[in-house]
């Protein structure tokens, strides 16, 4: 009978989640399960993931009268198309001109930021669930990732994403982040920044402290329980924010954090 490993198992963990696993796999999947605790694991804890959002996108109920108003928009919009056509050439070339004017100049003089964060490489190793999105999917090399945006490493494969800001990071496997603009949330995992080309500070904010630097570089690594995290400084100095004390740590120093009660970080 045909077995998986690690890896290929994980895979089918996130195609069950996106509703795509076949029966076989499905059957593959689960024998795998019954054997590794570490997938079994990593399993439970996507589906608490999925499980959350869903739950919190199903609370977000439209506002009563939207769809009404919606309507008698459309409605007065094609009773206004239809005046429109009995306009002479001329009224319409100048209204046309107008709405150049009004309100197409203006908003090419008023770009939509970019993305927060870009996949730049191991697009094939990272997982994302997009904000309002009710399912997970697959990410690739040259991704946005939005605002709100969690993404979770998936495989061996390193993964790299650069910010907006010019912050560079690299996500470990079975990492799981929450994208911010000028900073990132870890939950879990292995986590290293790159603050070199940076423009101006960037946080990161964790269950075991919060920590933060301009031009610096650090790793941030869980414990496999999660019941601590070590902070390595690489390179400059990085401010620590735990337990109600706040340090600066210098390049070539490390500490151990404990969870930090006050932090009750949630997907």
Excluded at 3 to 16: K, P, V
Excluded at 21 to 31: C, G, K
Excluded at 68 to 74: I, N, Q, S, T
Aim: charged share 25%; hydrophobic share 45%; aromatic share 4%.
């Amino acid at each position: 009978m045909k077995t998986l490993d690690c890896q290929g198992a994980r895979r089918r963990i996130h195609l069950r989640l996106d509703g795509e696993l076949s029966d076989e796999d499905a059957l593959l999947l689960d024998e795998h399960l019954r054997n590794c605790e570490r997938c079994a694991e990593v399993a439970r804890q996507l589906w608490d993931i999925d499980a959350a959002l869903r739950a919190g996108l199903a609370a977000c109920c439209p506002p009563e009268g939207l769809y009404d108003a919606a309507r008698g928009r459309v409605a007065r919009a094609r009773a206004t198309r239809r005046m429109w056509a009995t306009w002479v050439p001329a009224a319409v070339a100048l209204a046309a001109a107008a709405l150049v004017l009004l309100v197409v100049m203006p908003m090419l003089r008023r770009p939509e930021p970019a993305a927060p964060a870009v996949v730049v490489a191991g697009g094939d190793a990272v997982h994302v669930f997009e904000p309002n999105q009710r399912v997970a999917h697959p990410g690739q090399t040259g991704a946005c990732l939005e605002e709100q945006t969690v993404a979770w490493g998936l495989g061996e494969e390193p993964i790299v994403l650069e910010f907006a800001s010019g912050a560079r990071l690299d996500l470990g496997e079975e990492a799981v982040v929450r994208i911010g603009r000028g900073s990132i949330d870890l939950f879990k995992g292995w986590l290293r920044v790159d603050l070199t080309n940076a423009r101006g500070p960037f946080t990161v904010s964790t269950p075991w402290g919060e920590f933060a630097g301009e031009g610096a570089v650090f790793s941030v690594q869980s414990s496999a329980d999660e019941g601590a995290a070590r902070l390595s400084v690489i390179a400059g100095e990085v401010t620590v924010d735990a337990r109600g004390a706040t340090r600066t740590l210098p390049s070539g120093s490390a500490i151990t954090l404990k969870p930090d009660p006050r932090r009750v970080m949630q997907m």
